[in-house]
């Protein structure tokens, strides 16, 4: 019985320390007619763990659905989504915050600034599918 006491406090110690990185990270979702929560809850933990700019931090993650329905319409008509063939109910629209620190060490961004309305376009091939990031952007 100590054992799998023990065993189970490793586990969730794992599972705490994991998601310290993730914790400042303000997470939004509104409500939505289009997607259950989990689907969107799989959409922006996807977002969170791709997020890989050099000396950025993700400050938040949001689903607006206004927002993404009307993002959705301009990527269908004039971005990827006018060719690759995903349907409108397979594309949700995320939008985040982040920071870049003042090192001047991102050749990208500029330094010490905040950038907001980031958008990230997420598709699926269907319902059960998972999301793959399509693109992103301002």
Known sequence: MKKY????????????????????????????SSFT???????????????????SKLTSVIYDEE???????SYLQHGK???NGVLYENVIVLISNFD????????????????YDY???LIRDNKESKWIIDDQGY
Do not use: H, R
Request: with cysteine; net charge negative; hydrophobic share 40%.
């Open 67 to 73: 927002v993404s329905n009307s993002l959705k319409g």
């Open 81 to 83: 989504g006018s060719i």
């Open 119 to 121: 958008q990230w376009i």
């Open 37 to 55: 929560e989990k689907e969107i809850e799989n959409a922006i933990n996807l977002v969170i763990d791709s997020f890989s700019f050099p000396d």
């Open 100 to 115: 870049v620190d003042g090192s001047g060490n991102n050749p990208v961004l500029n330094p010490d600034s905040t950038y």
């Open 5 to 32: 006491i023990g065993f189970f406090l490793i586990i969730l110690l794992l599972f705490t320390f994991s998601n310290c990185s993730n914790k400042d990270i303000s997470i939004e979702i509104g409500p939505s």
